[in-house]
């Protein structure tokens, strides 16, 4: 079946410096994109989100980027902080909004 | 405040026993949706419910079983056909307005005895 998939299961980064965070989707008939942040025993929170017809979109310190041409999307997390340490999944929404997540990325930061 | 309220916290299941897993939502959100969640895993989709009184199928339905005869609840069902019901259980809601945006409960920790 289609679904939304990750590179890395584990990133390391160094405080203070900028974290990308990579996402492959599958199904072409996705047309929302979302990234959420989920700390240890709690549920996934909203970070940001992108549609389809967006190539780039930016937040407080986080911005999305998708290309569509290689179903790639990535969250990129500016001057990382201690509190930033949690998995990050993405999401795709195809339009019968069953949404789909990821297997998730660890962000861990290092002193 | 308004939130999405899931019940209990922890859990266990003896062999051949159903268990439900309580969620209330006040958000006046219009879908609910139910995630199963393993250790170093994503999150799968057991059940999501648009509307009231309907709900489709998610990836694992399989031994699990849901209602939504309100707007503001959406109970999940483990079944004794769930051979593996061991996992995090997370709910959530969204207007159908915000696409993507969902908001979810604290979850609950379903263990086997």
């Known amino acids: 079946g289609e679904s939304v998939g990750l590179h890395l299961p584990t990133l390391s980064v160094q405080e203070g410096d900028n974290s990308i965070i990579n996402c492959a989707y599958s199904?072409?008939?996705?047309?929302?994109f979302i990234w959420y942040k989920q700390e240890s025993g709690k549920g996934p929170q909203f970070i940001i989100d992108?549609?389809?017809?967006?190539d780039k979109r930016q937040g407080q310190r986080v911005t999305v980027l998708l290309n569509k041409t290689v179903k790639h999307l990535s969250l990129q997390i500016a001057a990382t902080q201690p509190g930033d340490s949690a998995v990050y999944f993405c999401a795709e929404a195809p339009p019968d909004d069953k949404i789909i997540f990821g297997k998730g990325t660890r962000l861990h930061i290092l002193p | 405040d308004g939130g999405i309220t899931q019940s209990p916290k922890y859990l266990f299941r003896k062999e051949g026993q159903n268990v439900t897993l309580s969620c209330e939502q006040n958000?006046?959100?219009?879908?609910m949706y139910w995630y199963r969640q393993d250790p170093g895993q994503g999150l799968r989709l057991i059940y999501y419910?648009?509307?009231?009184?309907?709900?489709q199928k998610g990836d694992i339905a399989e031994g699990y079983s849901v209602s939504r005869e309100k707007k503001e609840s959406f109970p999940l069902t483990v079944t004794s056909a769930q051979k593996n019901p061991t996992a995090f259980y997370l709910c959530a809601s969204i207007l159908h307005s915000d696409r993507g945006k969902l908001f979810f409960g604290s979850g609950t920790q379903l263990s086997v005895l």
């Open positions: 958000l006046n959100h219009d879908a």
């Open positions: 419910s648009q509307i009231v009184n309907d709900f």
């Open positions: 199904n072409s008939a996705s047309d929302y």
């Open positions: 992108i549609r389809s017809n967006m």
